[in-house]
């Protein structure tokens, strides 16, 4: 495939006001999901009704920027119809492309819509060029986002041998290295992002303040106590800080966002299509201030200079950043 050196800064859209934030800003593009569980942000407060998706198609359109709508959970089985209705409307509402994680909603989109363009989710967990050939040959997906596993020399070499687009995330939260496949959530809540478009549903959070701290908790767990001078974060499996042989540590993940606005030359050269940016939960200012930074580092990667230097401190997960896996020299 031939690499491009074209990036799509591809936003986060919760609810209308953010997508109006984040095409302002200068979203090439963005993503978003239907009010029900098709997608993997199925929060109370977040994601649009079918006239709001209209709208704001319409008002991505005017401004020069693509609406791409996240079905990206997995049915359960003899229930199909939630999902096979989204894409319909997907179709009839003029969004751009849907981004499908299941593989029986790929056939449906391809058999039912064929003019809609197919992306596949992070949550589908392809990330060789065997799946991603498969999915494009079987169901013709155009792009593929990868989860967030990889080196930026591994991107590189994965582009060389497919024929689809491939668009990775740049900054925000990271999830445990097994996107699409996370039970953790299920186990404690009954409730997990792969099914019913949650991970750590708000009616399971609670927040108790101690003489020692904010305790975080997730149903029946303890997840978390954050001492004075920490923010207790959103109490997720993954990122829960454990007492193991009397030491108090973060075991699978540490609450951390991605951030790889310095790197965006190297994914360029390595034949990236599309940047994500994580956060369709945040509001709209978090959505103004990060779009509006890698707007003008993307711009700035276009005409081959470094990034102007941006300060994303605030509004990282914890107050505190990685590369992640883009330059792990994990073997």
């Known amino acids: 495939m031939t690499r491009t050196r074209t990036l799509e800064l591809v936003c986060p859209a919760g609810t209308p006001p953010a997508l109006r ?18 997608n993997a942000r199925n929060f109370p407060g977040l994601n649009f009704s079918r006239d709001e998706l209209g709208d704001g198609v319409a008002y991505a359109h005017e401004y020069g ?16 119809e939630p999902w096979r209705r989204a ?4 179709a009839a509402l003029g969004a751009d492309a849907v981004i499908l994680a299941d593989i029986g909603m790929a056939e449906y989109a391809r058999d039912t819509h064929p003019r809609l363009r197919r992306h596949l989710s992070v949550q589908a967990s392809a990330s060789n060029a065997e799946a991603i050939r498969f999915y494009h040959r079987e169901f013709g997906v155009k792009r593929v986002v990868l989860p967030r596993v990889l080196t930026v020399g591994e991107i590189a070499a994965l582009n060389e041998s497919i024929p689809v687009e491939t668009e990775v995330f740049v900054f925000g939260g990271l999830c445990v290295m097994a996107e699409g496949r996370c039970a953790l959530s299920s186990y404690v809540t009954g409730q997990s992002p792969n099914t019913h478009g949650v991970c750590s549903p708000a009616s399971h959070v609670r927040y108790e303040e101690r003489d020692d701290g904010t305790v975080c908790r997730l149903g029946d767990y303890t997840l978390n106590v954050f001492g004075e001078g920490e923010a207790p974060g959103y109490p997720t499996l993954c990122k829960g800080r454990f007492d193991v042989g009397g030491h108090a540590a973060y075991l699978f993940e540490d609450p951390v966002s991605l951030n790889a606005i310095d790197m965006l030359a190297e994914l360029m050269d390595a034949g990236v299509t599309g ?3 994580e956060g369709r939960q945040r509001g709209r200012a978090y959505v103004s201030q990060v779009v509006t930074a890698f707007r003008r580092a993307v711009d700035a990667a276009a005409r081959g200079e470094a990034a102007p230097a941006e300060d994303l401190l605030a509004v990282a997960e914890g107050g505190r950043q990685t590369a992640g896996a883009y330059r792990s020299r994990w073997k």
């Open 21 to 38: 934030a984040a095409v302002d800003a200068g979203a090439d593009a963005v993503y978003l999901g239907f009010r029900d569980e098709t």
């Open 87 to 90: 894409i319909d409307d997907a």
């Open 65 to 80: 920027a693509r609406v791409f709508l996240a079905i990206n959970t997995f049915p359960r089985a003899g229930h199909p």
């Open 275 to 277: 940047l994500k940016i």
